[in-house]
């Protein structure tokens, strides 16, 4: 790009990775810093770890990096950079000086590809292994619930008469209620990269899929992936396991509610990795405790930390994690690093080398 030519910068969407992105970017204050120490907590890293990530951009290019979602800074734009929402050809046409599109996730549905060829605009959708993280622990869970892995691992550290050596002694503490994942029906509410992601994995178990989104899925590719779209009651009604992957809903209501949960089989399970706020925990807990639901798995909780003695931890039938579901944070600053490449590159008149849409 032309030296006399500044380089803006958006970042356009409030999700918490963009606005982490940014952070990092613009490196300017004390509350950028401040936001990206803490995005990383408990985990410890090191802030010129932090400042390095970016520096190269700031040494070079010396960007304006706009304020999140700034609508004003589209038209003095070279790159733009999101994670939620969609580019368009009306969109593309505010921001006349646009040479990229980074987006931070591998699907390519949010972006309008036709008119970014039109307009010479390089693309990149950033694969998250974040993502499988959090899908693989979905799987996790729910092979804990069916197992019992709790109740299991808790009876041999109890102890018990010992046998005779090399003496078989075949479900000693005598765990009744085992079941499998082949030929069980997975509910996935909200099929984005996750839900993707989770399904392919259920696959290999031998489950089958059924999906509910907000917008009508190409039949013919839900097909050649072995998932169907039903209606979200329907996926309720249906689900052995119903695991949740939608963001938060207006005004902070849930997703699951009594209604839901009275709705669900009764050797149903319910798994939450995406938002506590999305379940009613007083109707999970009484249906849990009723025994209206086999069993649930939550690794998002209402508030976060819960407190000593919470009563979800007393129940049996109820699996508990600390919102580690997505893996490391240090994960993402990889991500960042990544995607600063991307940028250099292109800004250098290149292609982006990492995760690049032909």
């Known amino acids: 790009m032309p030296t006399n030519d500044a380089v803006g910068i958006s970042f356009l969407d409030p999700d918490h990775v963009v606005r982490l992105g940014r952070s990092l970017l613009a490196w300017e204050s ?9 995005f990383f907590l408990p985990e410890l890293v090191d802030e010129a770890d932090l400042a390095r990530a970016g520096a190269a951009l700031r040494d070079h290019f010396h960007p304006r990096v706009a304020p999140i979602s700034d609508e004003m800074a589209l038209h003095a734009a070279h790159v733009l950079v999101f994670r939620r929402g969609r580019i368009d050809a009306g969109l593309l046409a505010r921001a006349p000086k646009l040479k990229f599109i980074q987006r931070i996730g591998a699907s390519t549905l949010p972006i309008e590809l036709e008119a970014a060829r039109e307009r010479g605009v390089a693309v990149s959708c950033l694969p998250r292994p974040t993502l499988v ?81 907000r917008k009508e899925l190409d039949p013919a590719w839900l097909t050649a992936i072995s ?55 007083d109707a999970l807990y009484d249906a849990l405790a009723r025994g209206r639901i086999a069993g649930a798995a939550l690794d998002v909780h209402l508030r976060e930390p819960r407190s000593v003695g919470d009563r979800f931890a007393a129940l049996p039938n109820v699996v508990l994690t600390p919102h580690l579901g997505g893996g490391s944070r240090l994960g993402v600053l990889e991500e960042m690093t990544a995607i600063f490449a991307n940028i250099g590159d292109v800004l250098s008149g290149g292609a982006p080398r990492h995760a690049r849409v032909a």
């Open 30 to 38: 004390a509350e950028d810093r401040k936001y990206a120490r803490d």
């Open 227 to 281: 998932v169907e779209q039903v209606s979200f009651a329907e996926l309720v009604r249906q689900a052995d396991f119903l695991s949740v992957h939608v963001p938060p809903l207006q005004e902070g209501r849930p997703l699951i509610g009594a209604a839901e949960l009275g709705a669900m089989r009764p050797t149903a399970f319910l798994i939450n990795t995406a938002r506590g706020v999305l379940v009613d925990e």
């Open 133 to 213: 993280h959090v899908a693989e622990h979905v799987m996790m869970l729910m092979l804990g619930l069916s197992r019992r892995l709790l109740d299991c691992d808790a009876a041999v550290r109890r102890g018990s008469s010992p046998g005779m050596p090399g003496k078989e002694a075949y479900n000693w503490a005598n765990i009744a209620g085992l079941t499998r994942l082949e030929g069980k029906t997975l509910g996935i509410a909200g099929f984005g990269e996750i839900g993707q992601l989770l399904a392919r994995r259920a696959g290999g178990f031998g489950m089958r899929i059924l999906c509910c989104d």
